[in-house]
């Protein structure tokens, strides 16, 4: 009877092994499934880490390149600001020689260098005909070319209108050091 205990003993573990494993096959089969699942998201985890290091090594790369960027405009608008009043000091250098006349009236075949010699003169100043460079009289203004032009005038004010004459504008030749002050009257010699 031994023989046939140690049998069935054996026969009977064969069967609970064999009836467990029917019953855990599922089981196996999920964890298998879910084996494969935690390793697909991992794989996809693993590679969106890497895209979020390159992305933020782009980042920082963009954010130095745009200190340079702005460093870079910060210097370029001071070069232009400086060149911006170089070319001004030039220009009103340039106009320096040049003088402004308003007042006398146009009149036809007019010459603007005899002009601006009456002018002088009645200043107390000397001016010769080879003083004078060039002079001209300056085109006219329409009034929709001038903003304040458009603004209602207040009391007292003179309009500037067409009806004006235009100034003369006046470049004399440039001299030495010779314009001289004397008694408050200049010599333009």
Do not use: W
Request: include cysteine; hydrophobic fraction near 35%; charged fraction near 30%.
């Amino acid at each position: 009877m031994s023989q046939t205990t140690a049998l069935t003993t054996e026969a009977l573990t064969m069967i609970l092994d064999k009836k467990i494993e029917e019953n855990l096959r599922p089981f196996h089969q999920a964890m298998d499934d879910l084996k494969q699942s935690v390793n697909f998201v991992s794989k996809k985890f693993d590679s969106l880490t890497m895209r979020v290091s390159e992305m933020e090594g782009k980042c920082e790369e963009a954010l130095t390149e745009n200190k340079f960027l702005k460093a870079e405009i910060l210097r370029l608008s001071n070069v232009v600001k400086q060149q911006s009043e170089d070319i001004s000091n030039i220009e009103q250098y340039s106009r320096r020689d040049c003088v402004e006349i308003s007042g006398p009236l146009e009149e036809s075949d007019e010459d603007t260098n005899a002009l601006t010699i009456k002018v002088g003169s009645l200043m107390g100043l000397k001016i010769n005909e080879s003083d004078i460079s060039v002079s001209h009289r300056l085109p006219l203004k329409r009034q929709s070319q001038s903003y304040s032009s458009r603004l209602r005038p207040r009391a007292g004010a003179v309009l500037n209108t067409v009806d004006q004459h235009p100034k003369i504008i006046v470049k004399f030749v440039r001299r030495d050091t010779k314009d001289l002050f004397y008694g408050g009257r200049r010599h333009l010699n």
